[in-house]
């Protein structure tokens, strides 16, 4: 986007007589002669249709060497503002730098027509005392300064209160992670109560098996052929294969490509058509030189041009696989095998009154003898004192396991804090491993 940038004249008005529109030009106003003051100086304004200055006339030169001296420094003694590159006040000939004022009125220094023609009809200022000098601050003080002002600020604003607000959440989301942790750790711990072997059952299962021989059917890669080894006392049992008919039989496609074709399909592509062309619209700003001139910066005014476009749509090909399919052939057997069957079932059950007993079965030549049981034992406790009997099936691994629990014996019972039983041991147990 283009910049541009051109001189152009301010006005200010004069607060003393309330002229208006004096061209900034001027350090006097034209109406009551009053030199211009650095308040004045600092409210000028700038007519958005004012002309640019050029170069060519004396006037246009004139105003191009007032910017050219920088921005207009006010005099401490009358306020008056100057041109920056003058070393003494126009409006009293004190000095820009140091010195004890404007100089006697036996001053031989000679005054322009208009300044004369102010002094003779204007008393504007005169009765005003005259300050004292004050030196410009250093940089390093301004700096000093502000830094103070900065750090007043911050300790004003409502930072402390913020601050504490952000440790309290900090500390209320510390507090709830431990109170969670704490609780799911409470909650795993257990406790024991005292409770009792209220009653017992078992459950005896015996099955009879036969080594029968079977006829079945299966891929040939997949048997294993070899001699059936018949059992000895339900053992050592070897089921064998032997192979019947064989036939061919489909096992699976085979597919792949086989070659290829084209085929046509409507497609479509965007195409140039031309552009379409815009100006930005254009936007100035005009900032104070400080001296009764001004900047005025423009952007804006160029062409931007966007490409436009059509969809062309035409017929476009595609190479498309021909896929051929083939089916595939495997020999499928049917064999003669030996394999275990069920061929009897006895069950005994029973609870604590009753002796543990399995049924007796007798095995032929080709049958073997497999036992299935289950034990458990009754676990009456109260989880806690004055509440409901509460009672847990409790599993054991063998006969010789549920032989060893006592119906009424005493037994200790560990319950988690969140619920449940996590484990229960006879008293009697406990009572021979402290020993």
């Avoid at 009456?380 to 009672?391: I, M, R």
């Avoid at 847990?392 to 037994?411: C, M």
């Amino acid at each position: 986007m283009p910049v541009t940038q051109e001189l152009v004249e301010g006005k200010w008005d004069c607060d003393e007589c309330e002229t208006k529109g004096v061209l900034g030009r001027y350090k006097r106003c034209l109406s009551c002669g009053n030199p211009r003051s650095a308040s004045e100086l600092q409210r000028i304004y700038f007519d958005d249709n004012a002309p640019a200055i050029g170069l060519l006339s004396e006037g246009d030169r004139l105003l191009h060497s007032i910017d050219a001296a920088g921005r207009d420094w006010a005099c401490s003694f009358c306020e008056g503002t100057n041109r920056g590159d003058s070393s003494h006040c126009e409006g009293c000939a004190a000095p820009r730098f140091g010195g004890n004022g404007p100089p006697e009125p036996s001053d031989t220094r000679k005054f322009s027509k208009l300044e004369k023609i102010v002094d003779q009809t204007s008393s504007v200022r005169r009765d005003r005392p005259v300050p004292a000098y004050q030196p410009s601050p250093s940089r390093r003080e301004v700096y000093t300064e502000q830094n103070r002002t900065y750090q007043e600020q911050i300790l004003n604003e409502d930072v402390l209160p913020s601050l504490w607000k952000k440790g309290i959440i900090a500390l209320g989301a510390l507090i709830l992670v431990s109170l969670i942790g704490y609780g799911i750790w409470w909650g795993f711990q257990t406790h024991d109560v005292n409770g009792i072997v209220g009653d017992k059952d078992w459950y005896h299962e015996t099955r009879r098996e036969t080594f029968t021989q079977v006829e079945k059917a299966d891929w040939q890669d997949d048997i294993r052929v070899g001699t059936p080894v018949m059992p000895i006392n339900g053992d050592g049992e070897v089921p064998g294969a032997i192979l019947g008919k064989c036939v061919p039989k489909y096992h699976h496609t085979h597919d792949y490509v086989c070659g290829s074709h084209q085929e046509s399909f409507q497609n479509s592509r965007q195409v140039s058509d031309g552009e379409s062309c815009t100006t930005t619209p254009v936007s100035c700003s005009t900032s104070s030189n400080e001296n009764g001139m001004g900047t005025r910066t423009c952007t804006g005014g160029d062409r931007v041009c966007t490409p436009q476009y059509r969809t062309e749509y035409f017929t476009d090909y595609k190479t498309v696989e021909d896929w051929c399919h083939d089916p595939i052939y495997e020999t499928w057997c049917s064999f003669t095998t030996w394999e275990w069957n069920l061929t009897e079932t006895q069950v005994a059950r029973g609870t604590a009154k009753d002796t543990p007993s399995w049924k007796d079965l007798k095995p032929g030549t080709l049958d073997r003898i497999v036992k299935k049981g289950s034990w458990r034992v009754h676990i009456h406790y109260k989880s806690e004192e004055g509440g409901p009997l509460e009672n847990y099936l409790q599993d054991l691994s063998s006969e010789a396991a549920y032989g060893k629990w006592i119906l009424r014996e005493p037994v200790q019972v560990s319950l988690r804090n969140m619920g449940g039983v996590a484990e229960v041991q006879r008293v009697a147990e406990l009572e021979e491993n402290a020993q």
